[in-house]
Nanobody, 128 residues
Framework: QVQLVESGGGLVQAGGSLRLSCAASGRTFSNNAMGWFRQAPGKEREFVAAISWNGGSTYYGDSVKGRFTISRDNAKNTVYLQMNSLKAEDTAVYYC?????????????????????WGQGTQVTVSS
């Protein structure tokens, strides 16, 4: 059974930091781009960041650029999201996802429909 399991969420004050992890099991995603999305109550799922299969390329949503950093460790089948300078508007459930394409392509997917495997999400709450 393929699973993506996020961890590291929690409650933090504005200006603080959190590091999210996404551990994959059941298969390797070393040839897949991986992404992070978030969804706040009453809002659509929003793209946060994505990383190419080899970690050589990254892409960020405008609202997190310069504050968040995505990385991966293919040996551990794990993706990370370092979140610094957190703001109240970063409060959401954060999801990791795997690109549908496992060919090792260079394109970094940014849309929900481009991903097929999803984790269950981890809650991040930033208090102001």
């Amino acid at each position: 059974q393929v699973q993506l399991v996020e961890s590291g969420g929690g409650l933090v004050q504005a200006g603080g930091s959190l590091r999210l992890s996404c551990a994959a099991s059941g298969r390797t995603f070393s040839n897949n781009a991986m992404g992070w999305f978030r969804q706040a109550p009453g809002k659509e799922r929003e793209f946060v960041a994505a990383i190419s299969w080899n970690g050589g390329s990254t892409y960020y949503g405008d609202s997190v650029k310069g504050r968040f950093t995505i990385s991966r460790d293919n040996a551990k089948n794990t993706v990370y999201l370092q979140m610094n300078s957190l703001k109240a508007e970063d409060t959401a459930v954060y999801y990791c996802a795997a690109d549908k394409d496992n060919s090792g392509r260079l394109k970094i997917p940014r849309w929900v429909y481009e991903y097929d495997y999803w984790g269950q999400g981890t809650q991040v709450t930033v208090s102001s």
